[in-house]
C-alpha cells in the first residue's frame, strides 16, 4: 500500500512538472527580441516584447531603442522589420507591427491575474542571451507588493503614477524591459519596467506595469481607434496665422536628409520652449497626439495649427517621454 501511494505521488508530482514546464515554453513562445537604436555611450540596442494579437501586433516598452524603426526576432528565429504604429506617453508602453499571421499570442485579461503573494514567471531577452532561435530567459519570483510607482530616471520623474506590481526577482537588468509577467497558469500578468530607481530611497526598482492597466490602450491600438501617425490630409493656414519653429523658440538640427528626426539644437531665449524647459537634444516625438517622425512632419504639422492656440508636445528626453503645453 506504501508503494502504491509512493508511485501515485511521484506520478502526480512528475506530471505537474510536465504542465508546469508546458505552460511556460508556451509563455515563451510568444515573447519576442527587439533590436533597435543604440550601441553608444553604454545603452544597449536591445529589449523585450510579447505578441498580443495573431496578427503580429507586439506590446513593448517605449524607449530610445524605438528610436528607429526596429527589427524583431521571433521565438522560432524568423526575422522581421517591425513598424510602430503607437506608443503612449502617459505609459511608456508602444505596439509595434510585423508582417506575419497565426502567431501564438498572449490574450490581455480584463481582471487582474494576480495579487500579492502570487507566483509569477518573468521572461525576456535580458542581456541579449538569445539572439536566434534561443528561447527567452525565465526568472520566477512572487509579487512582493502592489504599490503605486514613484519612480525616476536619472533627476527625472516618470510620467506614469499609477499601481505597479512589485516583483522579488531582479528584473531591472539590460534588455528585460517590455518583457512578460505571467501567472501560474501562463496568463499575462504585466509588463516588465524600465530601469527606475525609487524617488525617496534611490533603490533599483523591480517592477511590472499590470495588464489590465494597458489592456484597453492595446486594444484600441490594434482596432484602429488610437493612432499617432500625423493625419493624412490636415488643413495648412496661412503661414502669418499657424505656428511655426520661430513661434515656438525652437531651433533644431540641421535638416539634411529626408528623414531627419526633430532633434532640437538649440532654444531661443524668453520662448515659450523656454518657459517649459525645453532643452538641447530633446526628440520631438508627438504634436498635438500626431506622430512626427520626422522635421518636415513636425513642420507641416505646425501649420495646421492656429499661433493664437496652445501646443502640446510630446518629447524624448534621455530615456524619459515627457509631454509639455508651450502657450504662445
Given at each position: 500500500m506504501t508503494?502504491?501511494?509512493?508511485?501515485v505521488f511521484?506520478?502526480?508530482?512528475?506530471s505537474?512538472?510536465?504542465s508546469?514546464?508546458?505552460?511556460?515554453?508556451?509563455?515563451?513562445?510568444k515573447v519576442?527580441?527587439?533590436?533597435?537604436?543604440?550601441?553608444?555611450?553604454?545603452l544597449?540596442a536591445?529589449?523585450s516584447?510579447?505578441?498580443?494579437?495573431?496578427?503580429?501586433?507586439?506590446?513593448?516598452a517605449?524607449?530610445?531603442?524605438?528610436d528607429?524603426?526596429?527589427?524583431?526576432?521571433l521565438?522560432?528565429?524568423?526575422?522581421?522589420?517591425?513598424?510602430?504604429i503607437?506608443f503612449?506617453?502617459?505609459?511608456e508602453?508602444?505596439?509595434?507591427?510585423?508582417?506575419a499571421?497565426?502567431?501564438?499570442?498572449?490574450?490581455?485579461p480584463?481582471?487582474?491575474?494576480?495579487?500579492?503573494?502570487?507566483?509569477?514567471?518573468?521572461?525576456?531577452?535580458?542581456f541579449?542571451?538569445?539572439t536566434g532561435?534561443?528561447?527567452a530567459?525565465?526568472?520566477q519570483g512572487?509579487?512582493?507588493s502592489?504599490?503605486s510607482l514613484?519612480?525616476?530616471?536619472?533627476?527625472?520623474?516618470?510620467p506614469?503614477?499609477?499601481?505597479?506590481?512589485?516583483l522579488?526577482?531582479?528584473?531591472?537588468?539590460?534588455g528585460?524591459?517590455?518583457g512578460?509577467?505571467?501567472?501560474?497558469?501562463?496568463k499575462?500578468?504585466g509588463?516588465?519596467?524600465?530601469?527606475l530607481r525609487?524617488?525617496?530611497?534611490?533603490?533599483?526598482?523591480?517592477?511590472?506595469?499590470?495588464?489590465?492597466?494597458?489592456?484597453?490602450?492595446?486594444?484600441?491600438?490594434?482596432?484602429?481607434?488610437?493612432?499617432?501617425?500625423?493625419?493624412a490630409?490636415?488643413?495648412?493656414?496661412?503661414?502669418?496665422?499657424?505656428?511655426n519653429?520661430?513661434?515656438?523658440?525652437l531651433?533644431l538640427?540641421?535638416?539634411?536628409?529626408?528623414?531627419?528626426?526633430?532633434?532640437?539644437?538649440?532654444?531661443?531665449t524668453g520662448?515659450p520652449?523656454?518657459?517649459?524647459?525645453?532643452?538641447?537634444d530633446?526628440?520631438i516625438?508627438l504634436v498635438?497626439?500626431?506622430?512626427t517622425?520626422?522635421?518636415?512632419?513636425?513642420?507641416k504639422?505646425?501649420?495646421s495649427?492656429?499661433?493664437?492656440?496652445?501646443?502640446?508636445?510630446?518629447?524624448q528626453r534621455?530615456?524619459?517621454?515627457?509631454?509639455?503645453v508651450?502657450k504662445?
Amino acid at each position: 500500500m506504501t508503494t502504491f501511494l509512493l508511485f501515485v505521488f511521484l506520478a502526480n508530482t512528475a506530471s505537474a512538472q510536465t504542465s508546469a514546464h508546458d505552460w511556460a515554453r508556451t509563455a515563451q513562445s510568444k515573447v519576442v527580441k527587439v533590436y533597435g537604436a543604440g550601441g553608444m555611450k553604454g545603452l544597449e540596442a536591445y529589449q523585450s516584447g510579447f505578441l498580443v494579437s495573431p496578427e503580429g501586433h507586439i506590446a513593448t516598452a517605449w524607449s530610445y531603442v524605438l528610436d528607429v524603426e526596429p527589427i524583431v526576432l521571433l521565438d522560432d528565429g524568423r526575422r522581421f522589420e517591425a513598424e510602430i504604429i503607437h506608443f503612449e506617453p502617459s505609459l511608456e508602453i508602444a505596439v509595434l507591427k510585423i508582417d506575419a499571421s497565426a502567431l501564438p499570442y498572449f490574450e490581455l485579461p480584463k481582471i487582474r491575474e494576480v495579487q500579492w503573494g502570487d507566483p509569477v514567471l518573468a521572461i525576456s531577452n535580458l542581456f541579449n542571451i538569445a539572439t536566434g532561435d534561443e528561447a527567452a530567459s525565465i526568472m520566477q519570483g512572487r509579487v512582493a507588493s502592489i504599490a503605486s510607482l514613484d519612480a525616476r530616471s536619472g533627476t527625472l520623474k516618470t510620467p506614469y503614477r499609477g499601481e505597479v506590481l512589485v516583483l522579488d526577482l531582479v528584473a531591472n537588468n539590460p534588455g528585460a524591459a517590455g518583457g512578460a509577467v505571467v501567472s501560474a497558469d501562463g496568463k499575462l500578468a504585466g509588463m516588465l519596467g524600465k530601469e527606475l530607481r525609487d524617488s525617496a530611497t534611490g533603490v533599483w526598482l523591480n517592477y511590472a506595469l499590470p495588464a489590465d492597466v494597458f489592456r484597453k490602450t492595446i486594444g484600441d491600438i490594434i482596432a484602429g481607434r488610437a493612432t499617432s501617425s500625423a493625419a493624412a490630409k490636415e488643413p495648412q493656414l496661412p503661414r502669418d496665422r499657424s505656428h511655426n519653429l520661430q513661434t515656438l523658440g525652437l531651433v533644431l538640427v540641421p535638416d539634411v536628409l529626408e528623414t531627419t528626426p526633430a532633434f532640437v539644437d538649440r532654444v531661443v531665449t524668453g520662448s515659450p520652449a523656454e518657459e517649459q524647459n525645453l532643452r538641447p537634444d530633446d526628440l520631438i516625438l508627438l504634436v498635438s497626439g500626431q506622430r512626427t517622425e520626422n522635421q518636415r512632419l513636425l513642420k507641416k504639422r505646425l501649420r495646421s495649427i492656429d499661433r493664437r492656440d496652445d501646443v502640446t508636445v510630446t518629447i524624448q528626453r534621455d530615456n524619459d517621454i515627457l509631454t509639455v503645453v508651450l502657450k504662445p
